[in-house]
């Protein structure tokens, strides 16, 4: 589990942690390929629920293919899973996904779906690419912080949290 500090407060000895924040770092910035399951169809898009997490987001009917889709219903159903691509977002704390950025060629999703995810990857990259470097983000390490290196300015203050360890 990745969480965040949001808050300290050194009077109380309090610490806030969050894992919603941390997760959404981790794999909401846009251009991150998620893979998903159709969990609900609307008559603007789809709801799609993000691996096996309680989060999900919206598939929005001009986000499904670059061809025109006459009806969601033709080319989506209830529990298939999908590969998705997170993008802006107009509304903010909404979670925006594409499949139309992942072909390769205008409407391939109408046509053949399995190579629009095939390619999936490939064409997150180069999503990726065109972005602008103000959305390019530092990945957080794998690897949990040694013991030396608290990224604390008042290190005294937390020496004693060697308790303070998450596993998987």
Not at 52 to 59: I, K
Request: aromatic share 8%; glycine share 4%; charged share 30%.
């Amino acid at each position: 589990m990745h969480v965040q500090v949001t808050q300290v407060d050194e009077a109380k000895d309090n610490l806030i942690l969050s894992e919603r924040e941390a997760w959404e770092k981790l794999y909401l910035q846009e251009g991150t390929l998620l893979e998903g399951t159709v969990k609900k169809i609307l008559p603007f898009g789809a709801q799609i629920r993000i691996g096996e997490t309680n989060r999900s987001g919206l598939l929005h009917v001009s986000n499904i293919s670059s061809a025109r889709i006459s009806s969601i219903t033709d080319v989506l159903f209830v529990d298939e899973k999908v590969k998705v691509l997170v993008v802006k977002s107009l509304s903010p704390d909404k979670i925006s996904l594409s499949i139309a950025d992942l072909e390769s060629e205008p409407g391939l999703f109408l046509s053949n779906k399995e190579k629009v995810f095939l390619e999936a990857d490939k064409m997150a990259k180069k999503y990726k690419e065109k972005l602008p470097p103000a959305h390019m983000t530092q990945e957080l390490e794998s690897e949990p912080l040694s013991t030396g290196a608290i990224p604390f300015e008042n290190e005294a203050l937390y020496a004693n949290w060697k308790w303070f360890e998450f596993e998987k």
